[in-house]
C-alpha cells in the first residue's frame, strides 16, 4: 500500500461517528481490533442514514401489507399490482444535507439516486415529484438554494429523460440552515419482472457496473447522520458529482441485461457506495462475498481500499450474474459504453471478504455489518409545545378586509404559482401524462391498457410542530385525498421523515408520534408503507426543522379517461363543499401570513369521515358527474374556491355562501381535513345528490361558477368581492417575484 | 388519410426513428408512429449506417453523448449522421426535432445553430408556431398561416444564423415554423427562447430535412392536449401517396 494506514483507536472510531459502546460492540462481534478499512464498513453500515438505528423501533409499527403489495419496505424501493400484469414502483428520498452544502450537486444527485432505486427494480421510472422546503422567501441566501437545487433536479432529470411531474415548494424559517430536497420517483415493471437486491447462488459472479470509482462523497452516509456546524461548506467535498447521461446509459443497459435472465441481483450504490451494497446482498439472501477492490474501475489513481469502499461516486450498480453467463452481461453494457467488471464472487459461510491486490484487508460477517445496533432512546414532548398550543388565533385582530386578505394568501410564497419552477422541468417526456403539474395529483396513463395512475406528495411541518401525531396523520390524508381528488384509489404510500437530532428526546418524541399519527392515517385508509427514507440530524447551528414527514401516494384510475381537474371548467355550474365544517386558524398560513405566528390547536381529524368523503369524491368522478374537485389545504376553503377559479386556462369565477360558523377569518380562511370543493353541472345536481346521501358525509351546495369575480359571503354578508384579474396577478406572481 | 384495405400496402411508409446514447424522445416517436399513425417503424442504432429500407429517418430529442460538448456536437459526427446524405441522396426525408435539430445543424445538413435559451433556463412550455411554408413533406397538410400547438422542451433552443444565411433562408422559403402568439403574431414575447426572427423549425433548400425545436409527438393525441404535431406526420404520409417517390424503391 502507498500510504501507512492510520492507527484504529477509540478516537479514530468517534472521529468517524461511532460511539465508545459502539466501538466496544465492533470488537465484541470480530473478537479483535478492526482494521481500519473494517472500521470504515462499520461507521458508514451503522451510521444513522444506512442503519435507521434511531428510528427502526418505531418504523417497525407502520402498516406494510396489504393485496397489492408486491414489495414491502427492505428493498430498493415498494411495489404495488395495478393490474393486467403491472406493477408500479416508487420510493421518495431525502438528499437534504448535500443540497445546503452544493444546492445543485446535491439536488441533482438526489435525482440520481432515487431513479436508481426504482431502476435496480426493473423498473423504467416514468414520473418524478420534489418536495421543497426553504427558509424565507426574499433572502438572498434563500434565492441562491432555490436557483440551485431547481437547476440541479432540472438539469438531471431532464437530461435522464424523465418527467417530472408534480411536487410542491413552502417556506418557513426553521428551514434557512438546512433546506429539504425530498425527491419521490415512480416507475412501471411487468409485475413478474421485480428485481431485487439478493447475492443468491454460491459461485455467481459479482459484477460492478456503471461509472468509475472516484473519491467524491466518501463518508457521505456519515455525514447525513450529523447536525451541521458553522463550517458546513467545508464539507464540500462529500458531495458526490452526477453525471445524468451515464445513468441513462446505466437504465437502459441495465434494463437490456435483466431482460436476457441472466440478471440474479442488483442494488444500486447509494450511501456508502460499495460497502453498502457488498454486505447488504449478502445479508439478504444469507450467503457471502468475495471482492477484490483493484478491480473495480476508477478515475482516479492511489485510492485505498478504504477509499473504494466508502465512495459514494454517483451511476454505479453492484450485479450478481448467473455464472456461466458472464459474456452476455459483458456484451450488454459494451453495447452502452459502460464498464462492466466481474470484482468478485458469492460465497458461502457469510463472511465479506475484501481484497486489495491479494492483500486481505477485511473479513466481517456481513450479518454484524447489516445489524446496526438498535437504539430505544428517551423521548418526552418539547416543554414548549403547551404554550404553543394555548395560542388562541381568535384573540387576535380579525382582517380589515378580506378580499385584500385573501389576494395577500394568494400571493405567498407557499400558495402562489411556481411555474418559475416547473416550467424548467421536462413534464411530458415518456407521452404520459394526463394531468401535467398544477392540479392536486398529476395523472400518467399506462400505455397499452385503459388505466392510469394518480400520484401526489405533500406534507405540512407546521402542522406536525403543533401536534406530531395528527400532523403527520393529515399528511396522509391530504396526499390520499389529492389521489382521490383525480380520481385515483389511493393504492400505496411512501415516506420521508425529516427531523432534527433524534438525540434530544423532543425531537426523538415528535419523530415518534409522527410515525405513530402516519400509521394511524394508514391503517384507516387501508394503505399500506410500502417503502421510505429516515432524514435525521437536520439541524444547523442547534435549530432543527420543523418536523416535516412528507407523504407519497400513489393511486389507480380504472379509466383514465375518468380523471379530474381542480378548477372551473364553465358557467351556471353549482359548486359544494364536501366535509366536515371544523376548521382552525391554529397552524394556518393565514395566522403565519398576517401574525408571523405558529400556534393554536389543529381541527379535529375523523379518519372515517375522511374515508367516505375520499370514497364519495372517486364515486363522484367515476360516474361522471364532477367537472372539478380541490382539495382545501393552506389557506382554508377562501383559498381552494380562488385556486378552482383561476388555475384553469380561462378563469371562471364564482359566487358562493359559506355556511356560518365561528368568526369570518376562520370560516373563510381556517384549515380543516376532510374537505373537497367540486363543481357539478347542474343537469346532473339530483343524481350528485343522490350518491352523497348514499356516501354518507357531511356536504351542502354553496354556489355558482360564473363571471370574472369571486364572491364569498357569510351570513348573508358579502365579506370577499375580488375581480379575477387580481387574484390571478398574486398567484402568478408572488413566488416568481422574488426569483426575479 | 387512409386507403381501401387492398391499397395498404402504398399506403405505409417506413420510419426509422435513431438512437442515440442520452436519446430520450425515441420511444415517443415510436409509439405515435406505430400506435397512432400506424405505419411500420424500427429503431436505429447510432452505429448503424444502413437505412436502406427506409423511408423516413427521425432523429429524436434526449441529450445525445449527454450533449457535455455542444448540443448534438458528438451525434453529428456519427456513423448513421454520416449515412444520411446518401440517403437523402436516395430520396429518403430527415425529420429532427429538439436534440434532432441541433445534430442536423451540428452536422451541417441544416444551416445555422442552436444556442443557449436567452434566459438562461431549460423551459418546457407549450408554444404557438406560425407555418411559413407549407410546401414541404413535412408541412403540405397545412396552410401558411395557420398556427399549431406544440410543447418545446430544451436548455439550448435559441436558433442562431448570421445575416447572410438568414437571407438566404427567406429567399429559398426555407422557414417553416416561428414562435408566434396564438393568434399568429410572431413578437418577441411569443419567442420563448430568443431564437433569431422567431424561427422555431427550418428546412434545407431541398425541403427534404425539417429541424425544428418543438416536439410534434408530445402533441398527436388528444390525451396529451392537442394534435396539431400529428399534421406533420399527415403531411409526410399525403407526400407519399400524391407523387409515388417512396414506392419506386
Same mark, same amino acid.
Given at each position: ?22 466501538? #466496544? ?59 393486467d ?47 421543497l ?50 425527491v ?11 428485481f431485487r ?26 455525514m ?39 440478471? /440474479?441481483g ?9 460497502a ?43 450485479l ?6 458472464e ?62 398550543r ?14 385584500? +386578505? ?15 419552477a416547473?416550467?424548467q ?6 407521452i ?26 405533500d ?55 409522527a ?35 412528507? /407523504? ?28 366536515? #365544517? ?30 367516505r ?51 369570518? #377569518? ?25 350518491l ?29 368581492? /375580488? ?5 390571478e ?10 426569483? +426575479? | ?46 452505429? #448503424?449506417r444502413?437505412l ?16 457535455y ?38 452536422a ?31 408541412t ?6 395557420q ?32 414562435? +408566434?402568439?396564438?393568434?399568429?403574431q410572431?413578437t ?16 434545407? +433548400? ?44
Open positions: 500500500m502507498a500510504l501507512a494506514e492510520p492507527k484504529v483507536t477509540l478516537d479514530l472510531a468517534r472521529g468517524l461517528g461511532l460511539t465508545a459502546e459502539e466501538y #466496544d460492540r465492533i470488537i465484541q462481534q470480530l473478537r479483535r481490533e478492526p482494521t481500519y478499512t473494517e472500521l470504515g464498513l462499520f461507521s458508514a453500515l451503522w451510521s444513522e442514514h444506512c442503519a435507521y438505528k434511531h428510528s427502526k423501533v418505531f418504523l417497525r409499527r407502520l402498516p406494510q401489507t396489504g393485496r397489492q403489495v408486491l414489495q414491502g419496505p427492505g428493498e430498493n424501493a415498494g411495489a404495488v399490482d395495478i393490474g400484469g403491472w406493477a408500479v414502483v416508487f420510493k421518495v428520498e431525502s438528499h437534504n444535507h448535500p443540497s445546503f452544502i452544493e444546492p445543485f450537486q446535491g439536488a441533482a444527485t438526489g435525482v440520481g439516486g432515487i431513479l436508481r432505486d426504482i431502476f435496480t427494480m426493473g423498473a423504467r421510472p416514468i414520473a418524478l415529484l420534489d418536495s422546503r426553504f427558509g424565507t422567501p426574499g433572502d438572498p441566501k434563500t434565492r441562491r438554494l432555490i436557483e440551485g437545487v431547481v437547476s440541479g433536479i432540472s438539469w438531471y432529470g431532464n437530461c435522464f429523460g424523465c418527467p417530472t411531474v408534480g411536487g410542491e415548494i413552502a417556506f418557513a424559517p426553521e428551514y434557512a440552515g438546512n433546506p429539504l430536497v425530498n419521490m420517483c415512480v416507475g412501471l415493471v411487468r409485475a413478474d419482472r421485480i437486491a439478493r447475492a443468491e447462488g454460491v459461485g455467481n459472479p459479482v459484477f460492478y457496473v456503471g461509472n468509475k470509482t472516484g473519491r467524491d462523497g466518501i463518508h457521505g452516509a456519515t447525513a447522520s450529523a447536525t451541521f456546524d458553522e463550517h458546513a461548506e467545508e464539507r464540500r467535498p462529500t458531495v458526490q458529482v452526477g453525471d445524468p447521461f451515464t445513468e441513462k446509459l446505466l437504465l437502459e443497459a441495465c434494463l437490456e441485461a435483466m431482460g436476457t435472465g441472466a440478471v /440474479v442488483i442494488q444500486d450504490m447509494g450511501a456508502a457506495g460499495l453498502c451494497c457488498t454486505s447488504e446482498m449478502p445479508s439478504r439472501s444469507g450467503t457471502g462475498m468475495t471482492v477484490e477492490l483493484a478491480a473495480v474501475p476508477q478515475r482516479e489513481t492511489g485510492m485505498t481500499p478504504y477509499e473504494l469502499l466508502l465512495s459514494e461516486s454517483q451511476e454505479r450498480m453492484l450478481v450474474g448467473a455464472r456461466g453467463r459474456e452476455e452481461l459483458r456484451r450488454v453494457f459494451a453495447r452502452w459504453e459502460l464498464d462492466a467488471v466481474q470484482i468478485g464472487e458469492v460465497t458461502a459461510g457469510g463472511d465479506l471478504v475484501i481484497r486489495h491486490r491479494g492483500d486481505e484487508v477485511a473479513r466481517v460477517p456481513v450479518a454484524a455489518l447489516a445489524e446496526a445496533p438498535v437504539y430505544e432512546k428517551p423521548y418526552a414532548p418539547p416543554a414548549w409545545l403547551a404554550e404553543r394555548a395560542l388562541d388565533p381568535l384573540a387576535l385582530p380579525e382582517p380589515t378586509d378580506y378580499g385584500a +386578505a385573501l389576494v395577500e394568501l394568494m400571493g405567498s410564497a407557499t400558495l402562489a404559482s411556481k411555474e418559475w416547473f416550467r422541468y421536462d413534464q411530458q417526456v415518456g404520459n401524462t394526463l394531468v401535467l403539474p398544477g392540479s392536486d395529483a398529476s395523472v400518467l396513463r399506462v400505455k397499452g391498457t385503459r388505466r392510469a395512475i394518480a400520484v401526489s406528495i406534507g405540512n411541518g407546521r402542522q406536525v410542530l403543533l401536534d406530531p401525531r395528527a400532523g403527520a396523520a393529515l399528511a396522509v390524508c391530504e396526499a390520499a385525498r389529492n389521489v382521490s381528488c383525480a380520481g385515483g384509489r389511493p393504492l400505496g404510500v411512501t415516506d420521508c421523515l425529516n427531523f432534527g437530532s433524534p438525540e434530544r428526546p423532543e425531537i426523538l418524541w415528535q419523530f415518534a408520534e410515525v405513530e399519527g402516519i400509521g394511524e392515517a394508514c391503517r384507516a385508509l387501508e394503505l399500506p408503507v410500502v417503502g421510505g427514507n429516515v432524514s435525521l440530524y437536520n439541524e444547523t447551528v442547534g435549530q432543527a426543522i420543523l418536523p416535516t414527514p412528507i /407523504v407519497g401516494v400513489v393511486g389507480l384510475l380504472d379509466d383514465a379517461t375518468l380523471f379530474s381537474t381542480q378548477w372551473f371548467k364553465g358557467e351556471g355550474q353549482r359548486v359544494a363543499l364536501l366535509g366536515p #365544517d371544523a376548521v382552525s386558524l391554529g397552524g394556518s398560513e393565514l395566522l403565519w401570513l398576517r401574525h408571523g405566528q405558529v400556534g393554536g390547536r389543529l381541527a379535529p381529524l375523523d379518519l372515517e369521515v375522511e374515508r368523503v375520499q370514497a364519495a369524491v372517486r364515486a363522484a368522478i367515476g360516474a361522471g358527474l364532477v367537472t372539478a374537485t380541490h382539495d382545501c389545504a393552506e389557506g382554508g376553503v377562501a383559498a381552494a374556491l380562488a385556486e378552482a377559479c383561476v388555475t384553469g386556462k380561462t378563469p371562471v369565477g364564482c359566487d358562493v355562501t359559506l355556511p356560518a360558523g365561528g368568526r369570518r #377569518d376562520e370560516v373563510l380562511f381556517g384549515e380543516g381535513p376532510s374537505r373537497v370543493v367540486v363543481s357539478v353541472e347542474t343537469d346532473r345536481a339530483r343524481e350528485f345528490e343522490a352523497m346521501a348514499e356516501s354518507a358525509i357531511p356536504w351542502r351546495w354553496i354556489g355558482t361558477t360564473g363571471g370574472d369575480r369571486l364572491r364569498l359571503r357569510v351570513s348573508g354578508e358579502t365579506v370577499v368581492d /375580488v375581480g379575477l384579474d387580481q387574484i396577478h398574486a398567484w402568478r406572481n408572488g413566488f416568481e417575484r422574488h426569483m +426575479a | 388519410m387512409h386507403l381501401a384495405s387492398g391499397e395498404e400496402k402504398l399506403d405505409s411508409m417506413r420510419f426509422g426513428v435513431v438512437v442515440f446514447p442520452g436519446t430520450w424522445s425515441d420511444c415517443d416517436f415510436h409509439y405515435v408512429i406505430s400506435e397512432v399513425i400506424r405505419q411500420p417503424v424500427k429503431y436505429v442504432w447510432h452505429r #448503424d444502413d436502406a429500407d427506409l423511408d423516413c429517418v427521425v432523429l429524436p430529442g434526449g441529450f445525445s453523448y449527454g450533449d460538448l455542444r448540443a448534438g456536437a458528438v451525434a453529428g459526427r456519427s456513423p448513421v449522421v454520416e449515412a444520411l446524405p446518401e440517403f437523402l441522396g436516395r430520396g429518403g426525408l430527415v425529420l429532427g426535432s429538439c436534440n434532432g435539430f441541433q445534430i442536423l445543424c451540428e451541417g445538413l441544416l444551416p445555422g445553430a442552436l444556442m443557449r435559451n436567452e434566459c438562461l433556463q431549460y423551459r418546457c412550455q407549450s408554444t404557438s408556431l406560425l407555418v411559413e411554408n407549407a410546401e414541404t413533406p413535412f403540405r397538410a397545412l396552410r401558411p398561416g398556427v399549431l400547438t406544440m410543447p418545446i422542451s430544451h436548455g439550448e433552443g435559441k436558433y442562431h444564423a448570421d445575416p447572410e444565411t438568414l437571407r438566404t433562408l427567406r429567399q429559398n422559403n426555407q422557414v417553416v415554423f416561428r414562435y +408566434a402568439t396564438p393568434e399568429g410572431v418577441r414575447a411569443a419567442n420563448p427562447n430568443g431564437s433569431v426572427e422567431n424561427i422555431a423549425g427550418i428546412v434545407n +433548400a431541398e425541403g427534404t430535412v425539417l429541424g425544428l425545436m418543438p416536439h410534434p409527438e408530445r402533441a398527436a393525441e388528444s390525451a396529451m392536449g392537442g394534435t396539431d404535431g400529428l399534421q406533420i406526420f399527415h403531411s409526410l404520409l399525403g407526400s407519399l401517396v400524391e407523387d409515388g417517390t417512396f414506392l419506386k424503391r
